[in-house]
């Protein structure tokens, strides 16, 4: 953060101008080039977890993801601790590993026992998220790691979406772009699968096969997301654009469209805020601000809490005039 | 004065303390984890303790004071309403409930971490800390109770695990009617959503007080873990009780010493070892994955004889018994590859169910198998 | 009608992990029929639907539709699963899940085209619900519900229509378009299978039947086969409380 507080401190007064700085963007931050760079990684990022995670909430699936990701954390650290540095993709690969064995370990467990897929969850998401604390004391206490910087292994806890590098989008780059084609190229599949499973297996698509890619094209997004807003929230950026666009679109092509574009419009105004004020990080600004469209969405939608209630007074009002 | 306190450090090692104060935590976890996992409410847990962060926050700014009990009871409150809030959004009807989980916590957590960063980074109150508690401390902040001086934590807890006791035993009939009929439960005339939230407040407050020395995400596995483990061995909810808090002391003990070996986070190795039992009873009991697979595999074997015994039974006598029963062309009417066909039919064979008919070339019942195609007939109500 | 067979169903036998379902079950069904298929609860109706086409797993035998494997002939075959297994909270127009029939004709990535989106609403008029081409399939009514499902085997112009239990919980009006639609195939041709659970109207809707109870009971034309010992072969007198002495 305090990179920012460099090109920004001019700007950083009080709250008082909040709103002044909100409401002309302030030109310094946004052609700065290392704002470009942050807000280019989440942006992109946002935009493919928001399409993608459509799958995943359709599915009835949301929760997985928060699993998945607290559960990538131990496989970071390992991959860590095996190449003794904070290369990206070697930490990606890491990320991949731990939460597919999460993930087949939610499946055998849910699949072939009496517990629910809740608990399961519950239980996976906490022993993994532990597993990575342990390795993480384990790193700190041992002398052959002394002389190792491993600040940055934090980050993947909470995100630092500050210190993105160019190495960081093209990662995101590499892995949002063949997801969005897979999306792309097999959406009619994706389409019946989510809505009619069962029809969908009698016209000849294979349910494994569907479950294996959105496993794939979520996974790759989870694990590049850990860096920029870490393992514990990053399943949100799956989840909450998908739930805003479901307030508003009725066909699933819309509402990819806009759980798209809210993801990516979140992420810049999340950056830019970080950016303004000092301790706002910023994978937490995005959520908030995500969030915060997603209850407005839910407020004021064409079926949200307003338009029902107003629905409801009319309906009063006309019953009590006849 | 200080010479006749009875000071528990004198008679407990530090290490003990911790030991100690960590079995009393998780059973304090796990005997209301088991009315959560009952209610299919596991992952409200990880909402909760993930919430609880911003409802600390938030108490800290009033009290000022980070070991004042308002702080818990403020936090307490708060993960009430985190709960409500959820049931809100998903009674809206517009998200499903778990999207309503998946919503909720990480807006509070979002800003309870903006919250820290912004205006409380100078308070003892790490990331680090919120995620693993600050188990080895334990010892280290005593306070004076009876006349006894011990670990706050171990005292907190203590209290907690008596008043979670005390609400179980009191409404024991009513917690076990409403969890496993919530409809029933309102009829009779028991408040099944008060009790709920009676439940969801003491969930709360356990969770915050376990908080600050085990952690956001241990106190998940404290809660669900054992509990699981509990459920899937016993099938009465006061032996699911007992054995969830047995469980909750084996994987404490286990945890702390192998992190003390290893020189680890202990409240993360406690998750470990949870997640741990829990798996292996999950593979392993009465109807886990490897018992279950195993009895699979030997009952679909059964099966296998069984199903050709049937077709046999069925088809002798008819006019089309030379197709469907010929010694070529059985395997290709059961749609069976040659090897496995040949193989069940072998055995059969051996056990002297069925014998190869030379003059028609096709395999008949023996007396003993056409005694088990009637048994079949009759057992499956063929 | 001909008495050629269209789907032969040799032998199955189905279980789940180790519980048997099905036991050597072999079924004919004639073409150009309408056949019904009834049994009590739990009888493995779904299953057996399920399990010729592939959708479950077998122990033993087969499945031949027009001599053929049904993966070779799958675009032919039009299957209505129970309305209880579809997501219904999933963002779809009624047009959209009727142009979902045209998939199965379609490659990878190649999209559904002007011409399919013809075929589709032609389909959708034909069952009467053109007017609700757009409205959002959650806020249809079961029975509407159900009619797009039908528009939807309508759209992908199959041969044989598989159903199960399209006609439960549906109202008249839906009913009697449902048989219309199915009468209708039957002068093209066509053959259909339905999983039926009324049988007040068993005779006056379906030519033939097929009676299961984890194993063939009888199977044939209607008139032969609906007796009062078969039913209750199958343990289905007390299940409907029906006074079968037609």
Known sequence: MYLFNLFTASKIIDIGSFQLAFLSLDMDILSSYVFMVVCAGTMILAAAAGAIGTISVLKGQSLIGDAIGHSAYPGVVIAFMIGMALDPLKLFIGAIISGAIAFALIQLISRHSKLNLDATLAIILSSFFGLGMVLKSYIQGHEAFAHVSQGGLKNYIFGQAAYIKNADVYLILAVAIPSILIFIIFYKEFKVFIFDETYAKSIGIKSNFMYALMLVITMGLIATGLKVVGAILISSFLIVPAITAMQWAQQFNRVILIASLTGMFSAFLGTYISSIYPGMSTGPSIILVMSLIAFLSMLIGPRGILAKYFRRRKFINDKSNV | ?382 | MSNKTIIEVEDLTMAYSDQPVLWDNDVSIVENSKTAIIGPNGAGKSTFLKGILGLLPTLSGSAHFMGKAYKEVQAEIAYIPQSSEVNWDFPTTALDVVLMGRYVHLGWIKRPSQKDKKIAEQALAQIGMSEFKNRQISQLSGGQKQRVFIARAIAQDANIYIMDEPLAGVDKNTESIIMDFLNESQKQGKTSVVVHHDLNTLAEYFDHLVIINKRIVAQGKMTKVLTQENLENANMNGDYGLDVSV
């Open chain 2, 1 to 382: 004065m200080i010479n006749l306190m009875f000071k528990l450090s004198n008679f407990i090692g530090l290490g003990e303390q911790i030991l100690i104060t960590m079995i009393i935590t998780a059973i304090a976890c796990a005997l209301l984890g088991c009315f959560l996992v009952l209610r299919k409410l596991s992952m409200v847990t990880d909402a909760l303790s993930h919430s609880i962060l911003l409802g600390i926050v938030i108490a800290y700014f009033v009290t000022k004071d980070l070991g004042s009990p308002f702080l818990i009871i403020g936090a307490g409150i708060f993960g009430v309403f985190t709960v409500y809030s959820i049931e809100l959004v998903a009674n809206t009807g517009l998200v499903k409930n778990d999207d309503a989980v998946g919503i909720i916590f990480p807006l509070y957590f979002s800003l309870g971490v903006i919250l820290i960063s912004m205006f409380a980074s100078n308070v003892h109150l790490d990331t680090d800390i919120v995620l693993m508690g600050q188990t080895i401390m334990i010892p280290l902040y005593t306070t004076e109770f009876l006349g006894i001086v011990l670990p706050k934590s171990l005292l907190n807890m203590s209290i907690i695990l008596l008043i979670n006791v005390i609400f179980i035993l009191l409404f024991y009939k009513e917690l076990k009617v409403s969890t496993f009929d919530p409809q029933q439960a309102t009829l009779s005339g028991f408040k099944s959503t008060f009790l709920f939230y009676c439940l969801m407040a003491l969930s709360s407050f356990t969770a915050v007080s376990a908080f600050d020395t085990v952690g956001a995400i241990l106190v998940i596995s404290l809660f669900i873990a054992p509990s699981a483990s509990a459920y899937l061995i016993t099938k009465d909810l006061k032996y699911m009780l007992i054995v969830a808090s047995l469980y909750a002391t084996v994987n404490s003990i286990i945890g702390y010493y192998v992190a003390v070996a290893l020189n680890v986070s202990i409240s993360g190795m406690v998750a470990v070892i949870s997640g741990l039992t829990c798996f292996l009873t999950v593979l392993f009991y009465e109807n886990g994955v490897v018992t279950s697979l195993l009895r699979l595999r030997r009952n679909r074997r059964q099966l296998k004889l069984d199903l050709v015994i049937v077709h046999i039974g069925n088809h002798l006598g008819q006019e089309s018994e030379q197709l469907e029963l010929g010694f070529d062309s059985i395997a290709n009417h059961l749609s069976w590859k040659q090897e496995r066909s040949s193989k069940t039919l072998k055995r059969l064979i051996k056990e002297n169910y069925i014998v190869a008919e030379q003059v028609k070339k096709i395999f008949i019942l023996t007396e003993k198998g056409q005694e088990r195609y009637d048994l079949l007939k009759t057992q499956y109500g063929l």
